[in-house]
T-cell receptor
């Protein structure tokens, strides 16, 4: 069965520091992978997605993610965090079935220290 | 930029009451979804809807739940007799075409509180 694990419930970084959020997936074939961000009181906004090709994917707001098949990982990175990046981040895998639904991880809450 | 909208933003109801959560998907989208997020937990798939019928539903989506696209623009989720455990944030999503390469766009959610 498809599943997504985000091992870090909370992460705190200082503004200007680099960030890496971890995501591991379980899927039999080449996965479709996504990162969404949820700011307080907001819906889920797509940051980036991976389907095939270059394993380093660029997204919005300066985020990038790297797909590593050998590690079943799709970690999200940002070289320099801004206070406005404080939010909850969700990794998801797309299900290749009739619905193309998304299966989400439990999320990582990012706190940014001034 | 087009967006998915949801109303109300917050709904409070008594246990056993019926609620209808409303969504207006992006206008040229064809695939529609409801997800929910119980406080502190992950976002879970409830149901997908295409061509005026349910294409898939999860175990959560029991007989108390129903979905409808009554007028070609709205997409509603009805909970017939709410339970305390239905308290959650409910997200509507839509996509334009078939396939995972097409982005699912999410609405801002409706927070349902069942007392």
């Amino acid at each position: 069965a498809q599943s997504v694990t985000q091992p870090d419930i909370h992460i705190t970084v200082s503004e200007g520091a680099s960030l890496e959020l971890r995501c591991n997936y379980s899927y039999g074939a080449t996965p479709y992978l996504f990162w969404y961000v949820q700011s307080p009181g907001q819906g889920l906004q797509l940051l980036l997605k991976y389907f095939s090709g270059d394993t380093l994917v660029q997204g919005i707001k300066g985020f990038e993610a790297e797909f590593k098949r050998s590690q079943s990982s799709f970690n999200l990175r940002k070289p320099s965090v801004h206070w406005s990046d404080a939010a909850e981040y969700f990794c998801a895998v797309g299900a290749r079935d009739s619905s193309y639904k998304l299966i989400f991880g439990s999320g990582t809450r990012l706190l940014v220290r001034p | 930029e087009p967006e998915v909208t949801q109303t109300p933003s917050h709904q409070v109801t008594q246990m056993g009451q019926e609620v209808i959560l409303r969504c207006v998907p992006i206008s040229n989208h064809l695939y529609f979804y409801w997800y929910r997020q119980i406080l502190g937990q992950k976002v879970e798939f409830l149901v997908s809807f295409y061509n005026n019928e349910i294409s898939e539903k999860s175990e959560i989506f029991d007989d108390q739940f129903s979905v409808e696209r009554p007028d070609g623009s709205n997409f509603t989720l009805k909970i017939r007799s709410t339970k305390l455990e239905d308290s959650a944030m409910y997200f509507c999503a839509s996509r334009r075409q078939e396939g995972l390469s097409d982005t699912q766009y999410f609405g801002p959610g409706t927070r349902l509180t069942v007392l």
